[in-house]
Nanobody, 120 residues
Framework: QLQLVESGGGLVQPGGSLRPSCAASGDTLNGYAISWFRQVPGKERERISCISGSGLRTNYSDSVKGRFTLSRDIAENTAYLQMSDLKPEDTAVYYC?????????????WGQGTQVTVSS
């Protein structure tokens, strides 16, 4: 069974960058569509990015488009979310999720989350 572990969150100043990672074990990520979600207390979890099971397509929410990039490294069995030009409103717990499908669904497998705080 696939297991996911996020890391790489932290505290960063506005305008800064972070690159959280989502390390997989138990199976190869090849063939899994990977999502990154984020959640702020009191609000619904928001999907901000998806990469297809083939790794050839990605999409992003309007809130992060042009600033965040989702990628995956099959050899390392890890997905990454490169976050740039961070804003205070990006503060949230970030989760990765995987669906054994060509495109992202509701997430069959989830990580435990990593906190990202953007503050001066």
């Amino acid at each position: 069974q696939l297991q996911l572990v996020e890391s790489g969150g932290g505290l960063v100043q506005p305008g800064g960058s972070l690159r959280p990672s989502c390390a997989a074990s138990g199976d190869t990520l090849n063939g899994y569509a990977i999502s990154w979600f984020r959640q702020v207390p009191g609000k619904e979890r928001e999907r901000i990015s998806c990469i297809s099971g083939s790794g050839l397509r990605t999409n992003y929410s309007d809130s992060v488009k042009g600033r965040f990039t989702l990628s995956r490294d099959i050899a390392e069995n890890t997905a990454y979310l490169q976050m740039s030009d961070l804003k205070p409103e990006d503060t949230a717990v970030y989760y990765c999720a995987a669906d054994y499908a060509s495109w992202c669904g509701r997430g069959d497998y989830w990580g435990q989350g990593t906190q990202v705080t953007v503050s001066s």
